[in-house]
T-cell receptor, first 116, second 110 residues
Framework: EAGVTQFPSHSVIEKGQTVTLRCDPISGHDNLYWYRRVMGKEIKFLLHFVKESKQDESGMPNNRFLAERTGGTYSTLKVQPAELEDSGVYFC??????????????FGPGTRLLVL | DAKTTQPTSMDCAEGRAANLPCNHSTISGNEYVYWYRQIHSQGPQYIIHGLKNNETNEMASLIITEDRKSSTLILPHATLRDTAVYYCIVRVVRDDKIIFGKGTRLHILP
């Protein structure tokens, strides 16, 4: 079974440019999460999709970040325009059914974003 | 904010058991103790979780004190590949997000 995949693995852009990150969850997982770690900080939650709906977007830092999950499969996270403080590692995770004892989130390898 | 306290770093000799402590004195009755780890350049990886009974799987054992205010993750025979940051997290299962703290950086020494 394929795990969570993320693309690209690395991205280097200039301040003011736009970047789009993609996450493909484990097949059949309705729940998709975005997290990020900025330099020297802890991993922070950004938002949670259930299928194509945003369940919780309380961690989104500002309106320069736009997440979508059309069709309830893969998700994209767009940063427009990118700022220096957006540099970090962006993780995606997926899970099957929250609320069950065995539920756990499976993480992808992350996208390393560097804004110059 | 994270509701757990962990040592910043620990060393363990290869082949020995690694015992990682975690304090969670304010844990609620419906909160589970979860452990994840992050190996360098990889995403966080689920290890184990439990409510009040001790748990064991192919990766590790989780020992939770009777009052549930602390727990210990045990890697029975640590290898160099177990070098990682280990996160202890308390969480209601139905919660959607994971709140990561700073974790413990475990170094396995050859």
């Amino acid at each position: 079974e394929a795990g969570v995949t993320q693309f690209p693995s690395h991205s280097v852009i200039e301040k003011g440019q736009t970047v789009t990150l993609r996450c493909d969850p484990i097949s059949g997982h309705d729940n998709l999460y975005w997290y990020r770690r900025v330099m020297g900080k802890e991993i922070k939650f950004l938002l949670h999709f259930v299928k194509e709906s945003k369940q919780d977007e309380s961690g989104m830092p500002n309106n320069r970040f736009l997440a979508e999950r059309t069709g309830g499969t893969y998700s994209t996270l767009k940063v427009q325009p990118a700022e220096l403080e957006d540099s970090g590692v962006y993780f995606c995770a997926s899970s099957s059914t929250p609320g069950r004892r065995k539920e756990t989130q499976y993480f992808g390898p992350g996208t390393r974003l560097l804004v110059l | 904010d994270a509701k757990t306290t962990q040592p910043t770093s620990m060393d363990c000799a290869e082949g020995r058991a690694a015992n990682l402590p975690c304090n969670h004195s304010t844990i609620s009755g419906n909160e589970y103790v979860y452990w994840y780890r992050q190996i360098h350049s990889q995403g966080p990886q689920y290890i184990i979780h439990g409510l009040k009974n001790n748990e064991t799987n192919e990766m590790a054992s989780l020992i939770i004190t009777e009052d549930r205010k602390s727990s210990t993750l045990i890697l029975p025979h640590a290898t160099l590949r177990d070098t990682a940051v280990y996160y202890c997290i308390v969480r209601v299962v139905r919660d959607d997000k994971i709140i990561f703290g700073k974790g413990t950086r475990l170094h396995i020494l050859p």
